[in-house]
């Protein structure tokens, strides 16, 4: 649940209260609004954190860009085990989304040993075509491999930003040298999968806490 600082407006962390995915995650219910939420929910999901009210004035801060900083406050913090019960969804067949061909976007869910998520990811130069596949094992195999990735973007997108869902308290020149520093990084450039990867985590997490023995 999210909250907002100053009035009593919340906001559920529900599929049914989504009101965009254009460059970020929002929800929306009535005067009350969470955008950004994608890295945040990730943590959530990875921690296996399922009650919680997040108090916020709009937006989850970007922090570094990635979700690193969002573990550490949990592990500071705690979590208490609680003992109601949590209904979880259950895949038991395969479900598509779009055209499965090689050129095409698609999405798929289907039944799997393990939390599995594989990525294809084919962007024009300089980032390219990338696979990648992460199994959820606990919340340290998220920490190490997952938490570190930081969003990306490019320069065609700065105006869309700007208007819609640019960081709060980030400015212009701010985001920019961040995301420029992000591209001359060798290590960041080589793994672009990563930070969506992280996204369809963080979407598990809407699912009602999708169990973990689905691949995406």
Not at 2 to 18: E, Q
Not at 86 to 100: A, N, T, W
Request: hydrophobic share 40%; proline share 6%.
């Amino acid at each position: 649940m999210f909250g907002n600082i100053t009035t009593s407006d919340t906001v559920p962390a529900h599929l049914d209260f989504v009101e965009s995915t254009d460059y970020a995650t929002s929800l929306k219910s009535g005067q009350a609004y969470a955008r950004t939420i994608e890295h945040f929910m990730a943590v959530l999901h990875a921690y296996h954190i399922s009650n919680l009210q997040v108090k916020i004035s709009g937006e989850i801060p970007i922090m570094d860009g990635s979700a690193l900083e969002f573990c550490q406050l949990i592990e500071e913090a705690g979590i208490d085990e609680q003992d109601a019960p949590l209904e979880e969804i259950v895949i038991e067949e395969k479900y598509v989304v779009g055209d499965p061909s090689p050129d095409s976007k698609y999405i798929s869910i289907e039944p799997h040993p393990a939390f599995t998520v594989k990525y294809l990811l084919n962007y024009p130069s300089p980032v390219g075509k990338q696979e990648f596949s992460f199994t959820l094992k606990d919340a340290q195999s998220f920490k190490d491999l997952i938490a570190p990735a930081r969003t990306f973007g490019f320069l065609k997108d700065i105006g869309e930003l700007q208007k819609r869902v640019w960081p709060a308290g980030e400015s212009c020149s701010t985001v920019f040298s961040s995301m420029m520093k992000r591209w001359s990084t060798p290590s960041y450039a080589s793994r672009k999968s990563l930070p969506a990867t992280k996204s369809l985590i963080s979407w598990a997490t809407f699912t009602c806490w999708a169990n973990p023995y689905a691949a995406w």
